[in-house]
């Protein structure tokens, strides 16, 4: 009996010892350790790596660039099973311990003497947390140590809910991304909140290999983890035996998807890119912040619609170039097979690969990648003249095999009423710019048919020949310079022998080459007649003229000093016409463009706000900005649409500088109102508005084909052409045929709804009758004599002048 006391005592003692020893080693590996512990309050103020995102004026997403995906979200936006699947998976004790799990260290400890190799075991979500964000994944009893003193730190510090909250945001789940709320936009295409049980589980197995057994690198294995995650689920009482079984049975259903941009506007978001990355270097992938643009939701996917739709209607004037390739199909082949020859095949421009499997006389049958079995009747594919040359194409084909044959590779055009036909990716290109001309916010741009084929972004780097849409602002300066709408000048063959011109010119009308004799300015620059508007140019002097321009925001250096200028061979860009369009449809004043409203740092801080100069013509020192004109989106319940700008006007707002009267400027928006009523731009007329004003533009050689127009509320300006300016888009095309239709297919839905308003004549403007022949006053009782306005002190003659009763532009 002694002896066994004895014994026990020995024992006791023993432990008792080892006990003490142990607890002195711990102590000490503290005092060791501790000093390069970091301060756990950092993690309340982490900021963790989130990607540049740009979005819409009204919050829809545009963009995000970043290495690294990530959406931050807060505990309480993580649904519940998605933290019931990470906590069964990854630590089914983490609620009780303390940070560090004593048995999965045992068990670690057990295996290492056992086997002599050192694992991840033992490691608790919050030492998970430990380890992502303080220490390295170097497997050393040191760095082990600091992450089970490190987790116990934490556990003390932070709650159980803001640890999770670090962990889900933090952890790597392959594929770029990081967190939950990246996994389940990059595997689902979708948000947390709407992932199902078996998505949820999937996702909160990646952590044990996100890289290699990810669904997209290996579903098998990624399916096993799963299962294992919803074994745990089960097991722990998150999910019923009959919410396991069905989840079980569920099929796999991750792809990769790319950050869900709402609205398409990559050249925007390239130019947000370029000026974020230009002012915070690479930081601005990083740093979480966001840029809320000028862009506005509803019209960017019009202005996007319009230039694809114009472009390809101009391809396929000019006739069928043929088939992208040519592919042997399998006999017998199934949808499987076919789907094989286009998988792969880049869609371009909203247009369908797809692959010709039988013609019939007038229709054929295609598989197309993303919409599997097509049949195109006649109407999709009768257009396909065989193109011989840009101003040549073959005879009308009479059946699908003149066109066709089986197993040619083509592209498809889906059109909004459901019809499939047969088409091409255009040879031209093009770009649209809507802007506001009260302040100069950038509404809408597309800066050509397809970023993902051409990044050039045309519509603020193209500097092109703006052709006839430059004539306004030299006819402007001519009415200040005293000449007037009615002035009359000869419309009849002209030889320049200019010193700055190396040869003898022979200038002719382009869009309408005819000579009319005598014309009236207003008639001249709504038929764009070249002969006319020289003979103004000649008269008013092109040093003033291109001094003039600068008031619109040109540079002089951009404009050539001679005569040619007349016929608008300067070098512009599509942005620069619009700004200079706005000094007309604001009443005089120049405004800068601008793209970027603020911009909003990763802590939610507002850093820049936009504080545009506007336009007003009635404000003084303590007056009122205007509403604002930019055509915004209705709501459900209006009837109408309301205007309202995109930026809130400052506390103290800037002024835009006048630059021209606005006598002047009303007088040429009546003019530009003349081109869209009868002259170059009447096809306009079809939008059955009488509040749209315009000019049409050709450069030389049909290379360049403008429409620039506005209202009282937007700026649109379109243009149509080769990247080499050299090369024609072929003869008769037109601004009228080939910008306009543009104009009119964004303008129409753009302006749908907006109640039409009158431009409103300013003080200072006189109407007088006049002979239409000879530009002089007129009485009553002359033959044809017709109405036109003037500036007070520009009438042709004195004579008794009345005010319009009305105030509207009757011409």
């Given at each position: 009996?002694?002896?066994?006391?004895?014994?026990?005592?020995?024992?006791?003692?023993?432990?008792?010892?080892?006990?003490?020893?142990?607890?002195?080693?711990?102590?000490?590996?503290?005092?060791?350790?501790?000093?390069?512990?970091?301060?756990?309050?950092?993690?309340?103020?982490?900021?963790?790596?989130?990607?540049?995102?740009?979005?819409?004026?009204?919050?829809?997403?545009?963009?995000?660039?970043?290495?690294?995906?990530?959406?931050?979200?807060?505990?309480?936006?993580?649904?519940?099973?998605?933290?019931?699947?990470?906590?069964?998976?990854?630590?089914?004790?983490?609620?009780?311990?303390?940070?560090?799990?004593?048995?999965?260290?045992?068990?670690?400890?057990?295996?290492?003497?056992?086997?002599?190799?050192?694992?991840?075991?033992?490691?608790?979500?919050?030492?998970?947390?430990?380890?992502?964000?303080?220490?390295?994944?170097?497997?050393?009893?040191?760095?082990?140590?600091?992450?089970v003193f490190l987790a116990l730190k934490i556990e003390h510090e932070l709650s159980k809910e803001?640890?999770?909250?670090?962990?889900?945001?933090?952890?790597?789940?392959?594929?770029?991304?990081?967190?939950?709320?990246?996994?389940?936009?990059?595997?689902?295409?979708?948000?947390?909140?709407?992932?199902?049980?078996?998505?949820?589980?999937?996702?909160?197995?990646?952590?044990?290999?996100?890289?290699?057994?990810?669904?997209?690198?290996?579903?098998?294995?990624?399916?096993?983890?799963?299962?294992?995650?919803?074994?745990?689920?089960?097991?722990?009482?998150?999910?019923?035996?009959?919410?396991?079984?069905?989840?079980?049975?569920?099929?796999?259903?991750?792809?990769?998807?790319?950050?869900?941009?709402?609205?398409?506007?990559?050249?925007?978001?390239?130019?947000?890119?370029?000026?974020?990355?230009?002012?915070?270097?690479?930081?601005?992938?990083?740093?979480?912040?966001?840029?809320?643009?000028?862009?506005?939701?509803?019209?960017?996917?019009?202005?996007?619609?319009?230039?694809?739709?114009?472009?390809?209607?101009?391809?396929?004037?000019?006739?069928?170039?043929?088939?992208?390739?040519?592919?042997?199909?399998?006999?017998?082949?199934?949808?499987?097979?076919?789907?094989?020859?286009?998988?792969?095949?880049?869609?371009?421009?909203?247009?369908?690969?797809?692959?010709?499997?039988?013609?019939?006389?007038?229709?054929?049958?295609?598989?197309?990648?993303?919409?599997?079995?097509?049949?195109?009747?006649?109407?999709?594919?009768?257009?396909?003249?065989?193109?011989?040359?840009?101003?040549?194409?073959?005879?009308?084909?009479?059946?699908?095999?003149?066109?066709?044959?089986?197993?040619?590779?083509?592209?498809?055009?889906?059109?909004?009423?459901?019809?499939?036909?047969?088409?091409?990716?255009?040879?031209?290109?093009?770009?649209?710019?809507?802007?506001?001309?009260?302040?100069?916010?950038?509404?809408?741009?597309?800066?050509?048919?397809?970023?993902?084929?051409?990044?050039?972004?045309?519509?603020?780097?193209?500097?092109?020949?703006?052709?006839?849409?430059?004539?306004?602002?030299?006819?402007?300066?001519?009415?200040?310079?005293?000449?007037?709408?009615?002035?009359?000048?000869?419309?009849?063959?002209?030889?320049?022998?200019?010193?700055?011109?190396?040869?003898?010119?022979?200038?002719?009308?382009?869009?309408?080459?005819?000579?009319?004799?005598?014309?009236?300015?207003?008639?001249?620059?709504?038929d764009s007649l070249n002969l006319v508007s020289i003979r103004v140019l000649q008269q008013i002097?092109?040093?003033?003229?291109?001094?003039?321009?600068?008031?619109?925001?040109?540079?002089?250096?951009?404009?050539?000093?001679?005569?040619?200028?007349?016929?608008?061979?300067?070098?512009?860009?599509?942005?620069?016409?619009?700004?200079?369009?706005?000094?007309?449809?604001?009443?005089?004043?120049?405004?800068?463009?601008?793209?970027?409203?603020?911009?909003?740092?990763?802590?939610?801080?507002?850093?820049?706000?936009?504080?545009?100069?506007?336009?007003?013509?009635?404000?003084?020192?303590?007056?009122?900005?205007?509403?604002?004109?930019?055509?915004?989106?209705?709501?459900?319940?209006?009837?109408?649409?309301?205007?309202?700008?995109?930026?809130?006007?400052?506390?103290?707002?800037?002024?835009?500088?006048?630059?021209?009267?606005?006598?002047?400027?009303?007088?040429?928006?009546?003019?530009?109102?003349?081109?869209?009523?009868?002259?170059?731009?009447?096809?306009?007329?079809?939008?059955?508005?009488?509040?749209?004003?315009?000019?049409?533009?050709?450069?030389?050689?049909?290379?360049?084909?403008?429409?620039?127009?506005?209202?009282?509320?937007?700026?649109?300006?379109?243009?149509?052409?080769?990247?080499?300016?050299?090369?024609?888009?072929?003869?008769?095309?037109?601004?009228?045929?080939?910008?306009?239709?543009?104009?009119?297919?964004?303008?129409?839905?753009?302006?749908?709804?907006?109640?039409?308003?009158?431009?409103?004549?300013?003080?200072?403007?006189?109407?007088?009758?006049?002979?239409?022949?000879?530009?002089?006053?007129?009485?009553?009782?002359?033959?044809?004599?017709?109405?036109?306005?003037?500036?007070?002190?520009?009438?042709?003659?004195?004579?008794?002048?009345?005010?319009?009763?009305?105030?509207?532009?009757?011409?």
């Open positions: 009996m002694r002896r066994s006391l004895k014994t026990l005592y020995v024992v006791i003692g023993a432990f008792t010892g080892l006990f003490g020893l142990g607890m002195l080693a711990v102590v000490i590996a503290y005092i060791v350790v501790a000093p390069s512990l970091p301060s756990v309050a950092v993690l309340k103020d982490i900021h963790l790596q989130v990607p540049l995102r740009v979005y819409s004026r009204d919050g829809q997403l545009l963009a995000s660039f970043g290495e690294k995906r990530r959406i931050p979200l807060t505990y309480e936006q993580i649904p519940k099973p998605v933290v019931e699947a990470f906590v069964a998976a990854e630590d089914e004790h983490y609620w009780e311990h303390p940070g560090v799990s004593i048995r999965g260290l045992l068990r670690a400890a057990i295996h290492l003497a056992l086997t002599g190799q050192k694992t991840e075991g033992g490691g608790t979500i919050t030492m998970q947390v430990a380890r992502n964000f303080f220490l390295s994944r170097e497997k050393t009893y040191t760095r082990k140590l600091k992450e803001d640890i999770l909250d670090l962990y889900l945001n933090k952890i790597y789940l392959g594929n770029r991304a990081y967190g939950v709320g990246a996994a389940a936009e990059v595997y689902y295409g979708t948000d947390v909140a709407h992932l199902s049980l078996p998505q949820i589980a999937m996702i909160a197995g990646l952590p044990k290999a996100p890289s290699t057994d990810n669904p997209l690198i290996n579903p098998q294995r990624a399916m096993v983890r799963r299962g294992y995650v919803l074994g745990r689920m089960r097991d722990d009482g998150y999910i019923t035996p009959s919410e396991y079984q069905q989840a079980m049975a569920a099929p796999m259903t991750a792809s990769y998807h790319e950050p869900a941009a709402e609205v398409n506007a990559p050249y925007v978001a390239e130019m947000v890119r370029d000026y974020m990355t230009s002012k915070y270097g690479d930081d601005a992938y990083t740093a979480g912040y966001s840029v809320v643009t000028t862009i506005d939701s509803r019209l960017q996917p019009l202005a996007e619609q319009a230039v694809r739709t114009g472009l390809l209607d101009y391809d396929k004037r000019h006739g069928w170039r043929g088939p992208i390739a040519q592919v042997s199909l399998p006999v017998n082949g199934s949808q499987s097979d076919w789907a094989k020859l286009v998988a792969g095949r880049v869609h371009i421009g909203g247009l369908y690969p797809a692959v010709a499997l039988k013609l019939e006389n007038q229709s054929a049958d295609f598989y197309v990648d993303g919409a599997g079995m097509v049949s195109v009747d006649w109407n999709g594919l009768k257009w396909a003249r065989r193109f011989i040359s840009i101003n040549s194409v073959g005879a009308r084909p009479r059946s699908a095999s003149d066109i066709l044959k089986r197993g040619d590779i083509v592209y498809l055009e889906h059109a909004n009423n459901g019809q499939w036909s047969l088409s091409q990716v255009p040879t031209a290109q093009g770009a649209l710019v809507c802007i506001d001309p009260f302040d100069g916010a950038i509404a809408a741009l597309v800066g050509g048919f397809d970023f993902d084929v051409s990044k050039f972004n045309r519509a603020v780097q193209a500097q092109r020949q703006p052709g006839s849409s430059f004539k306004p602002f030299y006819y402007s300066a001519a009415l200040e310079d005293g000449l007037t709408p009615a002035t009359v000048i000869n419309n009849s063959p002209v030889v320049v022998q200019d010193p700055a011109l190396a040869n003898i010119w022979r200038p002719q009308n382009y869009e309408k080459n005819e000579f009319g004799g005598p014309t009236r300015l207003r008639v001249a620059l709504a002097g092109v040093k003033y003229a291109i001094n003039y321009a600068t008031k619109f925001g040109f540079n002089a250096a951009d404009l050539p000093d001679n005569l040619t200028l007349a016929l608008g061979s300067a070098s512009l860009t599509p942005l620069e016409m619009a700004r200079g369009y706005a000094v007309f449809a604001n009443h005089g004043f120049r405004v800068t463009p601008y793209f970027i409203q603020r911009i909003i740092d990763g802590s939610g801080q507002v850093i820049y706000s936009a504080d545009p100069q506007v336009a007003c013509d009635t404000c003084g020192s303590t007056a009122t900005v205007p509403s604002g004109n930019a055509v915004n989106t209705p709501s459900p319940a209006a009837s109408t649409q309301t205007l309202a700008k995109p930026v809130a006007p400052p506390p103290t707002p800037q002024f835009a500088p006048e630059v021209i009267t606005q006598q002047n400027a009303w007088l040429m928006t009546s003019m530009l109102q003349s081109v869209v009523q009868y002259g170059t731009g009447a096809a306009a007329g079809s939008l059955g508005r009488n509040d749209l004003a315009g000019k049409t533009g050709t450069s030389n050689d049909w290379s360049d084909a403008w429409f620039d127009g506005f209202n009282n509320d937007i700026v649109t300006v379109v243009w149509v052409g080769n990247d080499q300016p050299s090369q024609s888009l072929g003869d008769g095309e037109q601004g009228a045929k080939a910008a306009l239709p543009i104009w009119m297919d964004f303008m129409g839905p753009a302006l749908q709804g907006v109640p039409q308003a009158p431009f409103i004549e300013p003080p200072g403007i006189v109407q007088a009758r006049i002979d239409p022949r000879t530009g002089l006053l007129a009485s009553a009782n002359t033959p044809g004599s017709i109405f036109e306005y003037f500036m007070v002190g520009h009438l042709p003659l004195k004579t008794q002048a009345k005010k319009p009763a009305n105030g509207n532009n009757i011409f």
